[in-house]
């Protein structure tokens, strides 16, 4: 599975802040999804896209 998240790079959001996000998710997701890759990015919209599942049961 890969998760990417894009936040808008106008909201000011520290790189502590990112990184304490990507340590969250990979603690609570990666006991389940062993193959998990996260990507955390700065653009000019917020955003959340996951790929790599099978069934859209996982997405939800």
């Known amino acids: 599975m890969r998760i990417e998240i894009m936040i808008d790079k106008e909201q000011k959001i520290s790189q502590s802040t990112l990184d304490a996000l990507e340590s969250e998710l990979l603690k609570n997701l990666h006991p389940q999804y062993p193959r998990m890759a996260i ?6 919209a917020n955003g959340v896209e996951l790929s790599g599942l099978r069934m859209d049961e996982d997405k939800k």
């Open 39 to 44: 990507h955390i990015r700065k653009g000019s």
